[in-house]
């Protein structure tokens, strides 16, 4: 299967990205040709990317229109598209990111005859219907498919590994916090007026090593058409996640209850920060937990034992 990409060009919008670098790395060791597009080529050189010499080029794109695009998709074989924000900014908005870009890529597709097209989304962004992030990934997911429906579409849960946004952001507060929110935690909703609080509600997530969500993309590059959710081997709250990053660092810290209505405040604040901790619409996000068994079968059958959180985390935090 992995001959499949021998001698063919490979072009990834988002390859300088957390996902994208492990990717395009992983590609590196295949006989295969691989160009990032980027719209400030000169920032990503700074990143390394194993490989031979000219195995790897950037190259420059102003804007992302169908003309655009199709000058730099000319001549390739493989386009995926991992272009993805976690929250907008006054550059970056979440319908122009998640759905006017993978729409107008997989109109030129279609038009060049590329042979495969992958698009990463995420997991249950069908399901968070109240979050503006999560509509426009599945909005793009939609528009994508009537477009070029051979496309293949992977929805994993959360990603971690080295570079991401994920356990290394928590390792960071727990550096200098003493004590970090359990997020949603307890559940408080209303009925006839009166409050009903589940103390034993938690979010919850299914996290999935970066290296193997790759492996997969690599092995399924001729599913044509598929979709795939994608899950870790172990579901896991914020409490269990924190234990695994302070067992890790060796540290001790204490964990606090931060039900929805409270961290809205925080939220607010946070999106003044270069980096927001946490958004509003994260909020809503995690209102639907990110885990999926079939996710966890489906990366089985391509992937044999599965890394988790536990195995893993000690190499990079």
Known sequence: MLSYYNGKKVIVFGGSGFIGNHLVNS???????????????????????????????????????????????????????????????????????????????????????????????VLKVEKSRFSEY????????????????????????????????????FSKISAFSPALPLIGTPKISFKNYLPIIDFNFKVKFQPIYVGDLVKFLILTSQKKGKSFELAGPYVKSFDEIYDVILQTKKRKRIYFPLPFFLAKPLALFSKFLPQPIITSDQLKLLTVNSVSMQGFKNLSRYIKNPKSMEVIIGSYL
């Open 27 to 121: 590609l590196c060791k295949l006989s295969c040709q691989i160009e990032i597009i980027s719209r400030n080529p000169q920032k990503k050189k700074k990143k390394f990317f194993s490989g031979e010499p000219g195995q790897v080029s950037i190259k420059k794109i102003n804007d992302f229109s169908e003309k655009n695009i199709e000058n730099v998709l000319k001549g390739s074989d493989v386009v995926i598209n991992l272009i993805g924000i976690l929250y907008e900014t006054k550059k970056s908005k979440f319908y122009q990111t998640h759905v006017e870009i993978p729409k107008a890529i997989s109109k030129v597709v279609k038009k060049l005859g590329i042979d495969t097209f992958i698009h990463l989304s």
């Open 134 to 169: 999560a509509n426009s990934k599945y909005e793009g997911e939609n528009e994508i498919k009537s477009i070029f429906p051979n496309v293949i579409i992977l929805k994993p849960s959360v990603v971690f590994g080295k570079g991401d946004n994920f356990t290394n952001l």
